[in-house]
């Protein structure tokens, strides 16, 4: 007998559906494609000397090996989480050291937090467009969405109010340079969104991937550090999930969550479920090269990757037609761009890919509520100024002119 695997699957998977734009992406890797649909850091901007060196350092003793290769305690290397406390204190929060867990990049953070607070049914406060990556994680514990639109200065705070009346298990939030519409909430926003909910009683999840690549202007505080401030500097109704994959490298999966001990307690056991702990070998060399270079490295990144963003604003302003807007961001990785009316952005990767061999990703699958058919995601990260140039044109010469 034939095995029906469909029927045997946990409800739960149905929230896990595969993207439709993933097969056409497939296509992307092609040399002749100019991508702009990796959320992705530039290879060529990897400190690879620094992490190699890590490396050998580890081998050069038996002992060093040994304890490299071992198992390890599930909250994190404690030298490294020893490091992400005083990086959260210059940011502003004094968390305990067992109030930080290593993860095995934030994207693991962001499953264990909808594991620990969504029920099936339960609902969860997201903007529109939100962290695709968010909802991945989120779905499988069977949430219902409220969608809040954002302005230029972050989450319109009407539909917040309206979205917490409804009391959401939490707010996720990516108040910095947002995947994938590169908008940062404002000072002001912040501390109104804060206030909120802590009227409200509702937690805030905020993911910070993307805090550290400002190109212009000075750092805002994080929404963590304002909670902070209002509970004597302590993490309080804030859970803040950071990540290494941006600043230093994706491959070694290491990421944080740092939030009140009651919840990082839940947090360590679910850690001890999953995956026991994150590769030992990977968090000592984080550490070593984080501790060396961190400052010094995330200041190279911005020097290039605004070099790139300036490249695709200078295109667009060059190449759109009328009746195409687009976002200036103040870092990240990322300009979202709003087609002409009636325009679809998978309709028009279609023909990206098949007629112009360039590639971004149709902006729909951000949205919870599967609107914004007619927006794209472009990401300036990874490619070169002139080839950004180049594909930013064919983009548009995809697009109709509007004729006043
Ligand atoms: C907003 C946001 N959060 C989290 C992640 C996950 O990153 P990682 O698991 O590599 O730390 C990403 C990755 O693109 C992201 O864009």
């Known amino acids: 007998m034939t095995l029906e695997w469909g029927d045997l699957f946990a409800g739960r998977i149905a929230g896990m559906a595969a993207s439709e734009i993933r097969e056409l992406l497939k296509l992307i890797d092609r040399p002749e494609i100019i991508s702009f649909a990796g959320g992705i850091p530039d290879p060529d901007l990897f400190p690879s000397a620094a992490i190699a060196r890590a490396y050998e350092k580890v081998f050069q003793s038996n002992a060093g090996a040994g304890g490299a290769l071992q198992y ?70 069977e949430p219902r969405y409220v969608s809040i639109a954002m302005d230029e200065e972050g989450p319109v705070l009407a539909d917040l109010e309206a979205a917490l009346a409804q009391r959401p298990k939490f707010l996720y939030l990516v108040p910095d340079f947002q995947n994938p519409n590169g908008t940062t909430v404002s000072t002001a926003r912040r501390e109104a969104i804060v206030d909120l909910c802590a009227a409200a009683g509702i937690p805030i999840v905020e993911d910070a991937a993307y805090a550290e690549l400002r190109y212009d202007g000075e750092a805002l505080p994080s929404l963590a550090a304002i909670d902070a401030a209002r509970n004597g500097g302590r993490p309080g109704q804030v859970i803040h999930c950071g990540s290494f994959s941006k600043t230093m490298v994706p491959a070694l999966r290491v990421g944080w969550v740092s939030a009140a001990r009651e919840v990082v307690n839940r947090l360590v056991l679910m850690k001890q479920a999953a995956d026991l702990h994150t590769s030992t070998i990977n968090q000592i060399v984080m550490h070593d090269v984080v501790s060396q270079i961190f400052d010094s490295h995330v200041r190279r990144l911005r020097v290039a990757y605004k070099e790139r963003r300036d490249a695709m604003l200078a295109a667009l302003a060059e190449f759109m037609p009328a009746g195409v807007t687009w976002t200036r961001p103040q870092g990240g990785m990322f300009v979202w761009i709003e087609l002409q009316h009636g325009q679809c952005g998978v309709t028009l990767l279609e023909r990206a890919v098949r007629e112009a061999n360039v590639a971004f990703v149709p902006g729909a699958a951000f949205f919870a509520d599967r609107s914004g058919a007619n927006t794209i995601r472009l990401s300036f990260s990874a490619t070169k100024p002139e080839r950004i140039r180049e594909g930013v044109r064919r983009i548009a010469g995809l697009l109709e002119p509007v004729t006043a």
């Open 72 to 141: 390890t305690i599930s909250e994190g290397y404690t030298p490294l989480r020893e490091w992400i406390v005083a990086y959260m204190e210059r940011k502003g929060v004094r968390p305990d050291l067992d109030e930080v867990l290593v993860t095995s990049g934030s994207q693991q953070a962001l499953d264990f937090i909808g594991k620990l607070l969504i029920g099936p049914g339960d609902l969860v406060a997201v903007t529109k467009p939100t962290y695709l990556g968010a909802l991945q994680a989120f779905s499988p514990y």
